[in-house]
């Protein structure tokens, strides 16, 4: 009976100094617009400073470990992302298990990708551009970020799907890969609409479909690739997470304010600058995304034998 009196006591005190929110990315980024806008939230409800510390590196591994290794007391958070749902099967050793060790706080955005060609490529739409593949086994390239990415998992997606076979070439970052894909060097790349669009806009690439499962208001005019290959989804996600064994009071509490966060007008505005899907709901909610993406990516990484080490 104690122990269940003290329960709510720890949840009300809580927070009572900084949080951190580790960030396994660089910063600048995309993710640390976000990370920023959710901590200014959660700051403004919750009367203490939410603090972004990136820690990049291996993958967004080292990171997350760092989030895996602290106390599990709530004043530790992981801006979790498609990365680490992409990385349990990608390496064979980590020091952690993701779904394990991350206890799931709230789901917040997931971003798509723009399937986008050269605008000298002889084809208008997705099934233009398998039929063009088909008759071109292995001569057509896709590029990608790097090797275990969402770009280059979507492009292996979308080869199975599509039943072609397309060649892989894998750059240190989009940039490089657009750069080549602009000078015909490669043919097709999944990349972020913030990077791409510029390009569709001003006539230089060609936006064949979305990688999300429908259509993007923001991306108008631009079909999902989903219309013409059925349950075909390739989109990053982000959320909320915190060490395993972190008091559910807390957990719940932290949920309640981001679901509140992304309902309010100002912060879905900002979200929607990312050409982001705003997702919302509870920590079981999120448990169920995550543990969807492991299963989908490590098939799609196990069929193409795609190894990091």
């Not at 789901?107 to 088909?134: G, H, S, T, W």
């Not at 894998?170 to 609409?193: C, H, I, R």
Request: charged residues 20%.
């Amino acid at each position: 009976m104690l122990c269940c009196a003290a329960r709510p006591s720890f949840a009300q005190g809580y927070p009572s100094r900084p949080v951190h929110i580790v960030v396994p990315f660089p910063p600048g980024g995309g993710t640390d617009i976000l990370a920023r806008v959710i901590g200014q939230w959660l700051a403004e409800r919750l009367g203490q400073p939410f603090v972004v510390e990136n820690r990049p590196g291996a993958g967004a591994n080292i990171g997350t470990h760092a989030v895996v290794r602290a106390p599990s007391d709530g004043y530790t958070l992981l801006l979790a992302a498609s990365v680490n749902a992409v990385n349990a099967t990608l390496y064979k050793k980590l020091p952690f298990d993701f779904i394990r060790d991350i206890a799931p706080v709230a789901a917040m955005i997931r971003l798509p990708n723009v399937m986008v060609v050269p605008q000298d490529l002889p084809v208008r739409d997705i099934p233009e551009f398998i039929a063009y593949a088909k008759a071109r086994p292995g001569k057509v390239n896709f590029a990608s970020a790097g090797t275990g990415t969402v770009q280059h998992l979507a492009g292996e997606l979308f080869k199975m799907m599509a039943g072609i076979d397309m060649t892989h070439i894998p750059y240190k970052g989009t940039a490089p890969a657009l750069q080549d894909l602009l000078a015909g060097q490669v043919q097709v790349l999944f990349a972020n609409s913030a990077s791409s669009m510029k390009f569709v806009t001003s006539g230089k690439l060609r936006a064949l479909g979305v990688t999300s499962a429908g259509r993007v208001p923001s991306l108008d005019g631009v079909p999902s690739i989903s219309e013409f290959l059925r349950g075909f989804e390739a989109t990053l996600f982000y959320g909320l997470g915190a060490p395993r064994n972190t008091p559910p009071e807390i957990i719940e509490t932290l949920n309640g304010e981001i679901d509140s966060g992304l309902a309010e007008p100002r912060i879905r505005g900002q979200l929607a600058d990312l050409d982001g899907i705003v997702l919302g709901g509870s920590p079981a909610d999120f448990a169920k995304l995550i543990e969807g993406e492991v299963a989908k990516w490590g098939k799609v990484i196990e069929r193409a034998n795609i190894r990091i080490e």
